[in-house]
């Protein structure tokens, strides 16, 4: 009687024990679920949303009436936006600039802080101003002639592949017959775009298949972080234990291949280098390499070199062209927008001639459709993480210094409010006396504020010529002849995509 007592008692201080820890938060933070054992709100989490965690964040802000939903992961505080206006403000706000420290940024820097995407403070900001300023003299972030000519060079090879079929063994894998297989036939303008602009020159037709690697490897890595990454940033250790379930194997794997690839490229840059004159970027930074290599603290390296060329890639070759295979799938869906697509392109461009950016001005319709896939299928629907570098308030609630920020701009890219009808896919909701009103693109697939996307003018750009030189050649139908009734599933990763599928390509004549 006295040992039932007595296990009863433990018992019930177990249960008060965790009772109290589930319910501890900061003073006046945000409202959100419980912390459970282990990882906290985890659990829940992922009951509410497993594969869809922005409709679970959604859910989670109805359910205790907040804009900002706050919960921890362990002890690890987070916050998730859930309103178009604070998500502005959180990117406009210097405090929330921050990065978090996060094994998904140590692996694939060799397990240090190095890049643009997972830094922050003074070695984010000396190495984005440096990139940015020299990268620009070669087309990133602004309209730059042989760029355009460089991505406009690997249209044409795609459309001939398309056209008069494989030359290459790498080709055979993506193309058979008037089938193309989405999204890595779509890679190479893109891969080769950035290549052309870091190192002034592109890889041949007869060398795509080390780009198709990049690209698969990209995915790999970009899919591999999806809702159960969670665990891997906090047990570490599930790296050794099971490095293939939680995820740390694909992502080590997918980020090697782009290591590896531009490894390759900075030695030869370097091995030929000449004091003398800078042939393209790579050269800019060996030469600063140099000149601060005498200095106790640099923030220059040829790891960090390494890491830039990486992160301006992994977009490149990955989040572009699942957004372009998304907007391939709308076509598919939307027989009447395709037509509109050809009838613009043909009544501005004919078949003459490929289309140009200085044709973008005067295809609002096609610029459109780039625009309106990026707002219904968010591309990155949480964002990268920010990290609050100092206590701070938000929205009335206080928010502790190292807090996890997370934007969920799927609140913002499916608002009736702003949209009205945000499910249905409209090019026509941008354009307003037949020209495209950018004052009615409220979406923002490329963030804001300091820490906007560096590649967005390329990305624009480049997508824009894709699309629209593609559908100058080709009408899209489905491989087996049917109706595309429904979108299919979409896959959860760091940046949103779609399984790997075949469509049909019939030229247009």
């Known amino acids: 009687m006295i040992g039932t007592t007595i296990l009863a008692i433990i018992l019930l201080g177990v249960i008060y024990h965790f009772y109290k820890k589930a319910y501890k938060r900061h003073e006046n933070f945000p409202p959100g679920p419980p912390s459970l054992p282990v990882y906290g709100a985890y659990w829940l989490i992922l009951l509410k949303g497993l594969n869809n965690l922005p409709f679970a964040f959604i859910k989670f802000a109805k359910e205790y009436k907040t804009k900002v939903v706050g919960f921890y992961l362990s002890n690890m505080p987070v916050v998730v936006v859930n309103d178009p206006a604070l998500i502005k403000e959180v990117l406009n706000r210097e405090e929330f600039d921050g990065r978090m420290d996060l094994i998904l940024g140590r692996l694939r820097s060799f397990w240090k802080k190095l890049g643009i995407f997972f830094t922050d403070g003074y070695f984010w900001h000396v190495q984005r101003r440096f990139t940015l300023r020299y990268m620009?003299?070669?087309?990133?972030?602004?309209?730059?002639?042989?760029?355009?000519?460089?991505?406009?060079?690997?249209?044409?090879?795609?459309?001939?592949?398309?056209?008069?079929?494989?030359?290459?063994?790498?080709?055979?894998?993506?193309?058979?017959?008037?089938?193309?297989?989405?999204?890595?036939?779509?890679?190479?303008?893109?891969?080769?775009?950035?290549?052309?602009?870091?190192?002034?020159?592109?890889?041949?037709?007869?060398?795509?298949?080390?780009?198709?690697?990049?690209?698969?490897?990209?995915?790999?890595?970009?899919?591999?972080?999806?809702?159960?990454?969670?665990?891997?940033?906090?047990?570490?250790?599930?790296?050794?234990?099971?490095?293939?379930?939680?995820?740390?194997?694909?992502?080590?794997?997918?980020?090697?291949?782009?290591?590896?690839?531009?490894?390759?490229?900075?030695?030869?840059?370097?091995?030929?280098?000449?004091?003398?004159?800078?042939?393209?970027?790579?050269?800019?930074?060996?030469?600063?390499?140099?000149?601060?290599?005498?200095?106790?603290?640099?923030?220059?390296?040829?790891?960090?070199?390494?890491?830039?060329?990486?992160?301006?890639?992994?977009?490149?070759?990955s989040a572009v062209q699942a957004a372009l295979t998304m907007l391939m799938e709308r076509m598919l869906l939307n027989p009447a927008v395709q037509d509109k697509v050809h009838e613009e392109i043909d009544r501005v461009v004919g078949r003459d001639r490929m289309p140009t950016l200085d044709d973008r001005k005067n295809m609002p319709y096609t610029e459109a459709c780039i625009r309106e896939t990026l707002r219904i299928d968010t591309i990155v629907p949480l964002g990268v993480s920010h990290r609050a570098t100092s206590d701070t308030k938000l929205d009335g609630y206080d928010i502790p210094e190292d807090t996890m920020i997370n934007l969920n701009f799927v609140t913002l890219h499916m608002s009736k409010e702003i949209w009205g009808d945000p499910e249905n896919f409209r090019p026509e909701r941008f354009i307003e006396d037949g020209q495209l009103q950018l004052s009615k693109d409220k979406t923002l697939p490329f963030g804001a504020g300091r820490r906007l996307c560096a590649g967005e003018t390329f990305a624009r750009q480049s997508m824009f010529q894709v699309f629209s030189g593609f559908m100058q050649a080709f009408k899209v139908s489905t491989a087996d002849g049917q109706p595309l009734k429904q979108p299919v599933q979409r896959l959860q990763g760091i940046i949103t995509s779609i399984p790997d599928f075949w469509v049909c390509v019939t030229p247009r004549v």
């Open 136 to 317: 620009r003299d070669y087309g990133f972030g602004r309209r730059e002639e042989s760029l355009e000519s460089a991505v406009a060079h690997e249209i044409k090879e795609m459309i001939d592949m398309s056209v008069n079929g494989p030359k290459y063994p790498a080709e055979k894998e993506l193309v058979k017959g008037n089938l193309i297989y989405l999204p890595h036939f779509l890679a190479v303008p893109f891969i080769n775009g950035v290549i052309h602009i870091v190192t002034g020159s592109t890889f041949p037709r007869s060398e795509y298949h080390a780009l198709w690697k990049v690209a698969r490897g990209a995915l790999l890595f970009q899919r591999s972080s999806n809702d159960l990454g969670a665990a891997l940033s906090l047990t570490p250790c599930l790296k050794d234990i099971m490095p293939k379930f939680s995820g740390y194997k694909d992502l080590r794997d997918g980020n090697q291949a782009i290591l590896d690839f531009f490894t390759k490229l900075i030695n030869e840059a370097a091995a030929t280098y000449n004091e003398g004159y800078d042939r393209h970027f790579l050269d800019k930074y060996i030469r600063k390499i140099n000149e601060e290599k005498k200095l106790q603290k640099t923030t220059f390296s040829e790891d960090q070199l390494l890491l830039l060329c990486t992160d301006y890639m992994f977009p490149a070759a």
